[in-house]
């Protein structure tokens, strides 16, 4: 099995929503406006693999992490750690057993890491019908039980996998310099935890979430980033803790096309509602601010008002 060394945190074929000819889309980034393909942005090279991680950071984990999770969500969290302790386990006995076996030592280096890209590639196979419905304005899957936990999953995941979302953790370890090294190396744990949390808190009051399908007919198009789904609350923080204290996810789909998931609304709203002008500015002005390095935009026009900004 090939090892993946180009590693994309933003899913390609989402970003094709955004290029002139399915391939080459327009890139503000480090202040300077170009086009290139959709394969050379929001990448890096072994960015998902798990590099060196132990049963110790599994353990701090488990105590600083799952267990202050309670009910469902601490069941399927144990769940996934138990998940990742079985591979560390497997390659910490095959490597005892085996410890200058080149061959061995070099498929696991492959499986370590291939495993969390392959997850992403297999989400994304299943997600592509969720994309091509909402261009095509097309919400009833959301109503569906089955259909509304895996685009959930899909959502909450392209939420988490991100350099954004990952630099903001390892910022947040390095308030603690011991935690540092055990989170950097434990990293696709975190993502698969908590992109599982939100997604299940999200099906399981899905009766209670406010969904809209944005429509964007005005003369500012939705442009997009390395960080495509958003929390548009994000600036409502609690001092403690440094963590937002609501949660409203917003996913563009397209120019013209975006998703508005509101899981404290209180009341099931599944509408389909027409932007203005300034909402459009709005929303990717939050886009802006959100993204780590890079946005896209179909157009150049799009984004110069994010040049010398």
């Given at each position: ?93 095959l490597l005892a057993r085996f410890p200058n076996n080149v061959e ?46 895996e685009f959930n999953i899909f959502l909450t995941t392209q939420y988490?996998?991100t350099k954004n979302m990952q630099d903001a953790l390892l910022s ?138």
């Amino acid at each position: 099995m090939e090892k993946k060394k180009r590693q994309h945190y933003v899913w390609q074929r989402y970003l094709k929503n955004w290029s002139k000819d399915q391939s080459q889309i327009y890139c503000l980034r480090d202040n300077r406006i170009f086009i290139t393909g959709t394969t050379c942005l929001a990448l890096e090279r072994y960015f998902y693999k798990l590099d060196g991680i132990t049963p110790n950071d599994l353990d701090l984990i488990k105590r600083g992490y799952v267990d202050t999770m309670k009910g469902v969500a601490q069941e399927h969290a144990q769940k996934i750690l138990h998940i990742f302790s079985a591979m560390v386990t497997m390659r910490d006995a095959l490597l005892a057993r085996f410890p200058n076996n080149v061959e061995v030592s070099e498929s696991l280096d492959v499986f370590f890491t291939n495993v969390e890209e392959n997850y992403h590639a297999e989400i994304e196979g299943h997600s592509t019908l969720f994309l091509d419905s909402l261009i095509n304005r097309q919400t009833g899957f959301y109503n569906d039980p089955e259909k509304n936990a895996e685009f959930n999953i899909f959502l909450t995941t392209q939420y988490v996998r991100t350099k954004n979302m990952q630099d903001a953790l390892l910022s947040k370890a390095a308030e603690h310099p011991y935690l540092y090294e055990p989170t950097r190396r434990a990293m696709s744990v975190y993502r698969f935890i908590t992109a599982h949390t939100i997604a299940m808190g999200l099906s399981k009051h899905m009766d209670w979430c406010s969904f809209k399908l944005l429509n964007n007919n005005t003369d500012t198009p939705f442009i997009t980033g390395d960080q495509p789904v958003i929390n548009t609350k994000a600036d409502d923080i609690d001092l403690t803790t440094g963590f937002a204290n609501s949660l409203e996810l917003y996913y563009p789909i397209s120019p013209e096309i975006a998703v508005l998931i509101n899981p404290n609304f209180g009341t099931n709203q599944h509408q389909e509602v027409q932007v203005t002008n300034d909402e459009a500015k709005e929303y990717n002005d939050k886009m802006f601010n959100a993204s780590h390095e890079q946005i896209f935009a179909k157009e150049e026009v799009h984004l110069l008002p994010y040049k010398d900004t």
